[in-house]
């Protein structure tokens, strides 16, 4: 299958700072990639969808201030987490939709990002 | 907008048994249902899906079944191994061109004891 990568894969930082995760499609080109958080023992929650070349969508609840997403080319979206506090350690996976025709288009998963705030 | 149920949240099985994982979608609409497999600290791994347009599908030891006027589908996996022990998730999606997300439910834990 299509290949997603996400870097780092595990961060620490101190509150207040700023994190950037990547999330990269690997051999193939993604018009679209997802944002998921996921908590411990818990399922995935979108966060946000991410279009190449226009503004993400963001879901209910999540703040887009906070959680900057930048879809700047067809392989790359970035998910920064500005002024980060305690209850933003979390487990953050991206996902790219991969178009392969009507009945092969899928989503791939990168490998999360996981990350703690002091 | 969609909502996804799944059930058993915890299942307990003998090497060699089957498991079957329930899920139940709300939107008709939808069209989608891919099947993923979580281990302890990694991201989802695709391990089969299904298309409104089909019944069911097998790979090797692993099934999905769709009943679309019941709007439930099942995954299936006989002859169970160790490895086979992880969180599994079962989502659904609506069509879109250029892909909508995926509503996933709450995950089932599955233990195979050897």
């Known amino acids: 299958g299509a290949v997603v990568s996400q870097h780092p894969s595990r961060v620490i930082c101190k509150s207040g700072t700023s994190v950037k995760i990547e999330c990269r499609s690997l051999d193939f080109q993604a018009t679209t990639m997802f944002w998921y958080r996921q908590f411990p023992k818990q399922s995935l929650m979108l966060m946000a969808t991410?279009?190449?070349?226009?503004?993400?969508?963001?879901e209910q609840g999540v703040e887009k201030d906070k959680f900057l997403i930048n879809h700047a080319s067809l392989t790359l979206s970035t998910l920064t987490v500005t002024s980060a506090h305690p209850e933003d350690s979390s487990f953050y996976i991206c996902?790219?939709?991969?178009?392969?025709?009507?009945?092969?288009?899928?989503?791939?998963f990168g490998p999360g990002t996981r990350l703690t705030v002091l | 907008g969609e909502n996804v149920e799944q059930h058993p949240s915890t299942l307990s099985v003998q090497e060699g048994d089957s498991a079957v994982i329930k899920c139940t979608y709300s939107d008709s609409a939808s069209n989608y249902f891919p099947w993923y497999k979580q281990e302890l600290g990694k991201g989802p791994q695709l391990i089969i899906d299904?298309?409104?347009?089909?019944g069911e599908k097998k790979d090797q030891r692993i099934a999905v079944t769709l009943n679309k006027t019941a709007k439930h589908f099942s995954l299936h996996i006989t002859e169970t191994q160790p490895e086979d022990s992880a969180v599994y998730f079962c989502a659904a999606t609506l069509p879109g061109q250029a892909g909508t997300a995926l509503i996933f439910g709450k995950g089932t834990t599955l233990s195979v004891s050897s």
């Open positions: 991410s279009n190449e070349g226009s503004k993400a969508t963001y």
């Open positions: 996902s790219a939709f991969h178009r392969g025709g009507a009945s092969t288009d899928t989503q791939y």
């Open positions: 299904i298309r409104s347009n089909v």
